[in-house]
Structures are given as C-alpha cells and as structure tokens.
C-alpha cells in the first residue's frame, strides 16, 4: 500500500522559516509527479508548489522567491518555507502521482497533511 507521510509543521513567527518533508513508500514503481498543496480555513484548497519528475517547477505567485520545492531521490521531497507570513497559515497537504508496482496507471495521493502558523 502506497502512503505518504508529511513532517515539519509547526508554529513560526512572520518572517521565520520552516521545512516541510514527504515521504513516500510502500510498493512504488514510479512517482511522476509530487508537489505542495495548502488549504486555509473557509479557503479551497491551492496549489503552492509542484515538481515533474523530469524536474519542471511551478510556484504560486504569492510564494514565489520565498518558497523553495526540491527532491533529494525519487520518494522524498521538501518544502523550504522562508519569510513566511501569516497568510501563510495553512494545513499543507503533500501529493503525488504514483504508479504501484503491477499497475499500468499512475494515482493520485494525498498525504494526511501537516499544519503551519505564522503568528504575526
């Protein structure tokens, strides 16, 4: 069973740094696709960051030169936080598009999400 399983969250003050990981594991052929999703209170949930396997970056506009997504091998993968500000404040959803072994499609999956503050 494929899972992924966030860490680093936590309570910063504005203008601190955090960073988030994701792991993946269980029976994985491929991960083709990762990135950053966040959901703030009354808000839908968006998009900050993600990452192709063929390492293709997009950023949110309003995390862009702040926020940094970087991969150190195929099923780990980062969200380095600086400057954060309290609209920053937000559960942070890790998500991926895998393909387990013995499947000839990829999934999508979620992570059970881990939850930034910025206090101002």
């Known amino acids: 069973q494929v899972q992924l399983v966030e860490s680093g969250g936590g309570l910063v003050q504005a203008g601190g740094s955090l960073r988030l990981s994701c792991a993946a594991s269980?029976?994985?052929?491929?991960?083709?696709?990762m990135g950053w999703y966040r959901q703030a209170p009354g808000n839908q949930r968006e998009l900050v960051a993600a990452?192709?396997?063929?390492?293709?970056i997009d950023y949110a506009d309003s995390v862009k030169g702040r926020f940094t997504i970087s991969r150190n091998n195929a099923k780990t993968m980062y969200l380095q936080m600086n400057s954060l500000k309290p609209e920053d404040t937000a559960v942070y959803y890790c998500n991926a598009a895998i393909r387990g072994k013995g499947y000839s499609r990829d999934r999508d999956y979620w992570g059970q999400g881990t939850q930034v503050t910025v206090s101002s």
């Open positions: 269980g029976s994985i052929f491929s991960i083709n696709a």
């Open positions: 990452m192709t396997s063929g390492g293709s």
